[in-house]
């Protein structure tokens, strides 16, 4: 069974830093690219950012770009996600996914398991 579990979250001042953390389980982890997503209150799911099987290769998005990074241990079967300079906007339910081939096709279409979420307040 397919397994996706994150951790890490939680309130965070701006300006602050977190380190998401998806614990990857039933599948050769080293094998597939994988995503984080977020969804805002009200609003609709943002890609943020993704790396290839390997994690020699990462994409960002444009409102995550410098502030996020993104890497993965693929000897402990788990995906992180750096997040640095933390603004208001950047509140929401993160959630990591694993996508169906080791490169990642930039469509969500291609994502077949994802993980519950885990929260992020940035506020003072």
């Known amino acids: 069974e397919v397994q996706l579990v994150e951790s890490g979250g939680g309130l965070v001042q701006p300006g602050g830093s977190l380190r998401l953390s998806c614990a990857a389980s039933?599948?050769?982890?080293?094998?597939?690219?994988m995503s984080w997503v977020r969804q805002a209150p009200g609003k609709g799911l943002e890609w943020v950012s993704a790396?290839?099987?390997?994690?020699?290769?990462?994409i960002y998005a444009d409102s995550v770009k410098g502030r996020f990074t993104i890497s993965r241990d693929n000897a402990k079967n788990t995906l992180y996600l750096q997040m640095n300079s933390l603004k208001p906007e950047d509140t929401a339910v993160y959630s990591c996914?694993?996508?169906?081939?080791?490169?990642?096709?930039?469509?969500?279409?291609?994502?077949?398991?994802w993980g519950q979420g885990t929260q992020i307040t940035v506020s003072s």
């Open positions: 039933g599948f050769i982890f080293s094998t597939y690219a």
């Open positions: 790396i290839n099987s390997g994690g020699g290769s990462t």
């Open positions: 996914r694993k996508h169906r081939y080791p490169y990642y096709t930039r469509s969500h279409l291609n994502d077949d398991y």
